[in-house]
């Protein structure tokens, strides 16, 4: 079974100040890793993913992740931050396995509250 | 648009009652899951589909069944409704566990 944790539960930030939002993972297998974002009243939308390759994967509307398998993380930035990245993001962590037979299943962090001031 | 959707989008109902509540796609993909979100929680899943008839428990399954009679319809049932169930619900679909999900829009259920 995996586990996901995010360290922050708010993250305020000024507009157009760089910003991470951490996860950490816990698994006994190789994992998928995901970011998403859910606006206010709205379903959840994928920010990015990493399957394999480069660790540093590049998402919509400017965001990226760096995953670290050393340290079971896959923390989400972005440079410069808008008024209209206020959300809350989830990361989340499905297992890699043969033959599908995860179902990719997503386990999710708790959340994080990105709130950025003018 | 993504082609999911979900209904109702708000309910109301009382305690011990049976509620049901639909997610249709158009996408006809084969991964189907249900989810409730809470404050503090995060989103956790209920029961997943990955073909029709082929359902099976997620980890907060008790109190929930589902059914998938065909491709595009995913059900959840709460057998006997308890505050407990108040929530707000998500279905979401996938083609490929590598390719993550495409979220509906939520039920908010709300057991009094």
Known sequence: ?118 | DAGITQSPRHKVTETGTPVTLRCHQTENHRYMYWYRQDPGHGLRLIHYSYGVKDTDKGEVSDGYSVSRSKTEDFLLTLESATSSQTSVYFCAISESPLYGYTFGSGTRLTVV
């Open chain 1, 1 to 118: 079974a995996q586990s996901v944790t995010q360290l922050d539960s708010q993250v305020p930030v000024f507009e157009e100040a760089p910003v991470e939002l951490r996860c950490n993972y816990s698994s006994s297998v190789s994992v998928y890793l995901f970011w998403y974002v859910q606006y206010p009243n709205q379903g959840l939308q994928l920010l990015l993913k990493y399957l394999s390759g480069s660790t540093l994967v590049k998402g919509i509307n400017g965001f990226e992740a760096e995953f670290n398998k050393s340290q079971t993380s896959f923390h989400l930035r972005k440079p410069s931050v808008h008024i209209s990245d206020t959300a809350e993001y989830f990361c989340a962590v499905s297992e890699r396995s043969a033959g599908g037979t995860s179902y990719g299943k997503l386990t999710f962090g708790q959340g994080t509250i990105l709130t950025v001031h003018p």
